[in-house]
């Protein structure tokens, strides 16, 4: 006998959709662009009204349309690049594109465990994704219309956006496209240019093209000369081109020095000076007086040196800045050391002592001490020596580096050791009784009782005890 059929509610296979917040944001991160297409149906008078379900209510109440399923099923790259694509905006989608193709290029030519695979790809940040079609196609908008300085602007935004160290390729590379489109502008006199020149500088700084980095920043200088532009700050573009041109000739010339070419290195560290004082700022001028000085130094012309530091010396002194001052006081004295007047180096080390005795400056204090400290000893003078090494290490104490407080250590020990050994030798040299029964004494002890004033007191009372 069959079971008669039991009669089964027409419910739907899937559920209704009730929850329509992610729609809602979806729509709303799209900017409008995808029209709402939810409408309430009127309800029906009559016995439809009253036999409609909730369920069947909720189900007829919202409708998807293509796009909006669209954006739950595809990857937000793939929705971003449909967008684009549109609404016409072609080479933002070819750029957008190449630089995905560019970071996925990246990633596999480098070595597996490398930090760029443990970075999350460029095509699964939606936020990047988001401020590059936002950007790009603003860009292209205004370049259609031949507003080139919109479209500076845009890649500018996007360049100063891009500040992480893994997107630093992203913001180079906006720059440089800056540089292309600021030379399209003719109606700011360069100063589009200008600018660009001086992103592009810093960029090749950065990677290491310092030659490249000069010719952008000579560039800058030119195109600043002679006008009046200031940057949102108040400074001067012109101040700031010759800054920039002062901080990388000396870059260039480091690695002169590193050479030991000298010659070179001082021939750009005089150009870097006179971009110093080009720019107006006493302070870089100074430290560019400082570098030619050392450099002058470093290639045995102590009296040019002489000439560049003591203009070092006088910018310190008019800026009241005692930090300068005491290394020029330094640097000084070491060019008159190695000619012979040494008096006139120890003056001048004492002053850098008596300019560094704020609480600020201990470190160079204990600079100062040792300074003192390596004079006297390097002349024999080695209690003259230890009291400047003992203040030193003494200061070392209170300061955060291990390295200096042992540097103190070394050094105090080597000067008494040193102290010891004139009176240690000339006892072995004369080799009476008497000096042979202080020497015995020193080594059962291991006192310091050759630099005593109570010395042969000492001696002659263990003298006396021992010899009957």
């Keep these: 006998m069959l079971t008669p059929a039991v009669l089964r509610d027409n419910v739907p296979f899937l559920p209704p959709i009730r929850n329509t917040d992610k729609l809602l944001q979806s729509r709303e991160k799209l900017g409008g662009r995808i029209s709402q297409t939810s409408k309430v149906r009127p309800q029906s008078r009559g016995r439809e009204t009253e036999s409609s379900s909730p369920m069947e209510d909720d189900s007829k109440k919202y409708s998807l349309t293509k796009d909006e399923v669209a954006l739950f099923r595809n990857c937000h790259k793939q929705s971003v690049c449909v967008d684009m694509l549109r ?21 596999d030519a480098s070595e597996r465990g490398s930090d760029i695979w443990e970075q999350q790809p460029l095509e699964e940040q939606d936020h990047k994704l988001d401020q590059l079609c936002h950007f790009l196609t603003r860009a292209e908008a205004a370049q259609r219309a031949d507003l080139y300085e919109e479209v500076y602007e845009h890649q500018v935004s996007l360049a100063r956006y891009f500040v992480e160290p893994e997107d630093k390729w992203l913001s180079h590379h906006f720059y440089e496209s800056s540089l292309v489109t600021a030379r399209k502008v003719k ?8 600018e660009a020149n001086s992103n592009m500088g810093h960029v090749c700084t950065e990677r290491g093209q310092l030659e490249t980095a000069r010719a952008h920043y000579e560039a800058f200088h030119h195109l600043t000369e002679g006008q009046a532009w200031r940057d949102e700050a108040g400074q001067a573009l012109h101040s700031q081109a010759c800054e920039c041109l002062w901080r990388i000739h000396t870059l260039l010339a480091d690695r002169m020095l590193e050479n030991k070419d000298y010659r070179p290195a001082i021939e750009t560290l005089t150009k870097a000076f006179q971009m110093a004082r080009e720019g107006g700022d006493k302070a870089v001028e100074g ?16 009296e040019t040196a002489e000439r560049y530091l003591n203009l070092y010396m006088d910018i310190s ?14 640097a000084i004295a070491k060019s008159l050391e190695s000619e012979g007047k040494l008096g006139e180096s120890i003056e001048l080390l004492e002053k850098f002592v008596e300019v560094s005795q704020d609480e600020s400056l201990k470190h160079n204090l204990e600079e100062a001490c040792m300074c003192l400290g390596v004079f006297f000893c390097s002349r024999g003078q080695y209690d003259k020596g230890c009291q400047h090494f003992e203040r030193a290490y003494e200061i070392a ?3 955060n580096s291990v390295a200096v407080l042992q540097k103190a250590q ?10 010891m050994m004139s009176a240690y030798s000339s006892h072995v040299a004369e080799a009476r009784n008497v000096d042979s029964c202080k020497l015995v004494v020193w080594k059962e002890t291991r006192n310091d009782m050759f630099n005593q004033a109570d010395a042969e007191k000492t001696i002659d ?4 005890s021992r010899v009957p």
């Design 287 to 302: 430290k560019a007086a400082y570098r030619v000085g050392l450099a002058y130094q470093s290639a045995g012309d102590h």
């Design 410 to 419: 070394v050094y105090l020990g080597t000067a008494r050791a040193c102290m």
């Design 461 to 464: 009372d263990g003298e006396d």
């Design 317 to 330: 002194t008019v800026l009241g800045d005692d930090e300068s001052l005491g290394t020029a006081y330094k």
């Design 87 to 107: 609404q016409g905006y072609h080479r933002s989608f070819s750029e957008l594109l190449a630089l995905l193709h560019r970071w996925n290029a990246t990633r």
């Design 397 to 399: 104490q209170h300061l």
């Design 187 to 194: 109606t700011d006199r360069g100063r589009k240019e200008a």
